[in-house]
Structures are given as structure tokens and as C-alpha cells.
């Protein structure tokens, strides 16, 4: 389809631009998960998928532009560290050729633990170019991870954040989940304890969810009750805070560094997405618009089209802007500057002013020198917080 290319010379100066790269399969799908997952069948075909990805980012730049520098890169599944680290390293070295990769842009990648092998292989996807590592632990309880369908032990867990640590990972993010089923408030702060014995410098908390499309829905699980889950949360928010972790975000937790591929997302930013499936936002400030890409998202079809065929871009209509920066923005527990609601949203800024009056009437934000916080009862009600802010589409 035929895109009218995007002026940015503005949004350079302003918006960060990320770069998210998406890789489609699994070894098995877990029974709770809802990504653009897919089991592999046969043979995964690397070089024809490292040279879609490629393709994508072409395809991209000629009409978004190649004059940003790229803030960050988060590759997810997806398992990417199905990938093996030559073909990333080929990945890198032609992605150099066609974007600015600032020396210190952050670049993570998931991995999980039962498809990573060894420090070798590790320390060779750092010779890739990439500095963080994101594992998918969930649990270390030996029955959940059977009830969760997945492919690892929690050896296989402590394994692979060990062997990255060895092979110089300075920045390691592991992936908790709670309120399993029938978990117990011991069995969840366990989860929560394990993980802080390891080296790892981000903790990243989901509560399960149960999703349309998985087996979990079909079979639902049973889970842990209201209570149980706010004991849980108490008690794991404090033990993380008294090792060193500050909560950044809902599910978000940082030593020293919070991920800036995620306060990008949160904080409104522009990002491009290349990989099936895989969604961008990126911003005209000259026209004051914003358009949303995405791509095909089963593999075999994505890998079936061109990169023009697989692609559609849409513009966001100016009164829902505030609402998706809503969305994101009030996840920050810091807060964040009011100029991301006056600069990175076109719509009505008068009906958005009094929708942050009304929210800070209702005591669910406090506003100072320019800075938007949510209050505890604003973080307990986000998500009538957010639905504030749907108003505006009326
Ligand atoms: C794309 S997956 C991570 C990487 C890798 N595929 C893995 O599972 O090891 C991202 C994370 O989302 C979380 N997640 C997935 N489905 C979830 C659900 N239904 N509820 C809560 N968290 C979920 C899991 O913690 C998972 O590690
Ligand atoms: S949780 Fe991770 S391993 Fe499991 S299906 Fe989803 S993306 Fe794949």
C-alpha cells in the first residue's frame, strides 16, 4: 500500500525512537500465553526470518526516515534465543548499515531458559551487541512450572542467569509471574526471594492473567483469592524494596537502571516494530499526527508476503491520543512530566486539562511543578483511572 512519508525532523529532536524486533516461535506454548507465540514445526528458518526482519526495517525507513539515532532495542517472542547468536550478530552488523546505533543504546533480549545453553553461547550473543538479558523464570516451585507448561526447571532458571552473569551480563532482568494457581502466599514470596539471591539488576512481577485464546481459559486454573493476591503483593513489594529494588512501573522493578525500552513505551515514545506481528508508533510533530504500524502476524504468512504486503500503517485519530498516553503514561508509581500529555498528544489539551482536574479531584493524581504522580488509590484504581481518559474519545 502506498504511505505518504513522515516529515521528522521535529520529532528527532523530542521523542525518542525505539526499535522493537519481534520473533515469533517457541519450542511449546505455554498454556497461559497470549503473544504471538508459535510451537515450531521442523526446522526453524533463520536466515529467511533475519532477512524479513531486515527487509521491514528498509521498507520502514523509507518512508519514516533513517535520521533518528535508535534510544533503545528490545528483541521479544516469542523465544528470540532460538536464534542462534551468529545469525543476531549478522542482524546488528546489517542493521548498522541503515540506522545510528548510539554505542551505549541498551539492547535486550529474552531468552528463555530452556532454549539458552551455556556461557559460551551467552557470551556470544554479547559479542552480538546485546547488553541486557530479560529471562523468563515465572517460578522456581517445581509443581507450577508443570502446571505452567514449561519447557525448564528452576536449575535451568539459575543456570542461565548465572552463566550470563559469568559471561559479563551487567544487566539482567528476570520475569516472576504470581497468583498461579492454587499458589499460596509462602510459595509466591519463595518465588519472589529465589529470584533476589540471583544477579540480577531488574525484577519484573506479572500477576497471571487469564487470556482469551490460551488453555488457561478454556481450563481455567484455579487461582489464588482477592485477599491472598494483596498479602502477596504487600509483602513481595516490601522484601523487593528492602533488597535494593525501587518499583518503577506496575509490574517494574530496578536496581539502578529501570529498562529504557519500557519507559520509552511508557513515557509516549516512538518506536518502530519489524518482525510478524510486530506494532510501531511513531510521531509527525509537524502534522501533529501519530500513525500505528503493523505487520502480519503469523509466521508463514508474514513470511509468504512482501515486506509492503505484510505492512499496514493507520492514523491514530487525534481524540484518542490521550487516552493510549493515559494507558501508559499513569503505570510510572514516579509519575511524569505533563509535557508528554502537551507534546506527544494532538488532541483537545483543554478537555485533557479537565480530565486531570477531575482525577485530581477524585485524589487519584497529585500534579507539581509540572509533574503528574498517581496517588496509591489512583495506582489501586488505574484502571478507572485510565478509562478517564475514554471520555475524551466522546
Ligand atoms: C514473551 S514472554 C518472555 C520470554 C520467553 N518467551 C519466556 O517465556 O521465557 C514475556 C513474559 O510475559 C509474562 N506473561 C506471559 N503471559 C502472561 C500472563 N497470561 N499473565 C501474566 N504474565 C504473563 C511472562 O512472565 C513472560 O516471561
Ligand atoms: S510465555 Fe514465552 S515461552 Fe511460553 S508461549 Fe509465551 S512467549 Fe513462548
Known amino acids: 500500500m502506498p504511505h505518504e512519508p513522515i516529515d521528522n525532523t521535529m520529532a528527532r529532536m523530542n521523542i525518542p525512537l525505539s526499535l522493537y524486533i519481534h520473533f515469533p516461535w517457541c519450542l511449546k506454548r505455554c498454556p ?28 520502514q525507513l523509507s518512508f519514516f526516515g533513517n535520521d533518528r ?26 542493521m548498522n548499515e541503515l540506522i ?36 523468563g523464570i515465572q517460578s522456581f516451585n517445581a509443581k507450577q512450572l508443570k502446571t505452567l507448561g ?22 539482567i532482568n528476570a520475569d516472576i509471574m504470581y497468583g498461579l494457581p492454587n499458589q499460596t502466599l509462602d510459595e509466591a514470596l519463595s518465588d519472589v526471594m529465589q529470584a533476589c539471591e540471583l544477579p540480577i539488576d531488574h525484577f519484573s512481577w506479572y500477576q497471571l492473567t487469564i ?22 503483593e504487600q509483602q513481595g513489594r516490601s522484601f523487593l524494596q528492602s533488597k535494593g529494588f525501587e518499583r518503577y512501573e506496575v509490574s517494574a522493578y530496578s536496581k539502578k537502571s529501570p529498562s529504557q525500552h519500557n ?28 500513525t500505528r504500524t503493523r505487520l502480519f502476524k503469523h509466521p508463514t504468512r508474514y513470511l509468504g508476503a512482501t515486506p509492503d504486503e505484510r505492512f499496514t500503517a493507520e492514523t491514530v485519530a487525534n481524540k484518542e491520543h490521550a487516552f493510549e498516553c493515559a494507558l501508559n503514561a499513569f503505570r510510572l508509581t514516579d509519575g511524569f512530566s505533563e509535557s508528554i500529555f502537551k507534546e506527544r498528544c494532538f488532541g483537545d489539551h483543554a478537555l485533557t486539562e479537565a480530565l486531570l482536574i477531575e482525577a485530581e479531584q477524585k485524589q487519584w493524581i497529585t500534579r507539581q511543578n509540572g509533574f503528574i504522580t498517581p496517588t496509591k488509590l489512583g495506582q489501586r484504581y488505574l484502571n478507572d483511572l485510565t478509562s478517564l481518559f475514554l471520555s475524551s474519545e466522546n
Open 32 to 59: 497461559y500465553c497470549d503473544f504471538n507465540a508459535h510451537a515450531l514445526k521442523g526446522e526453524l528458518p533463520e536466515q529467511n526470518y533475519i532477512n524479513a526482519l531486515l527487509a521491514d526495517l528498509r521498507h
Open 69 to 94: 539515532p535508535i534510544h533503545s532495542v528490545f528483541m521479544g517472542g516469542g523465544t528470540p534465543s532460538l536464534i542462534q547468536p551468529s545469525a543476531i550478530k549478522h542482524l546488528f552488523t546489517q
Open 100 to 135: 545510528e546505533l548510539p554505542d551505549d543504546t541498551e539492547i535486550t533480549m529474552e531468552a528463555n531458559p530452556g532454549s539458552i545453553m551455556d556461557e559460551s553461547q551467552l557470551a556470544a550473543y554479547r559479542d552480538a551487541g546485546v547488553n541486557r538479558l530479560s529471562v
Open 150 to 171: 514449561r519447557i525448564h526447571d528452576s536449575k535451568q532458571a539459575l543456570t542461565t542467569v548465572e552463566s550470563a552473569h559469568k559471561a559479563g551480563f551487567k544487566r
Open 211 to 232: 487470556e482469551p485464546n490460551t488453555l488457561f481459559h478454556h481450563q481455567r486454573p484455579t487461582l489464588p483469592d482477592e485477599d491472598t493476591i494483596e498479602l502477596i
Open 263 to 290: 519507559l520509552n513505551y511508557w513515557q509516549c515514545g516512538d518506536y518502530l516494530g519489524i518482525g510478524a506481528g510486530a506494532h510501531g508508533k511513531i510521531t509527525d510533530l509537524k502534522k501533529q499526527s501519530i
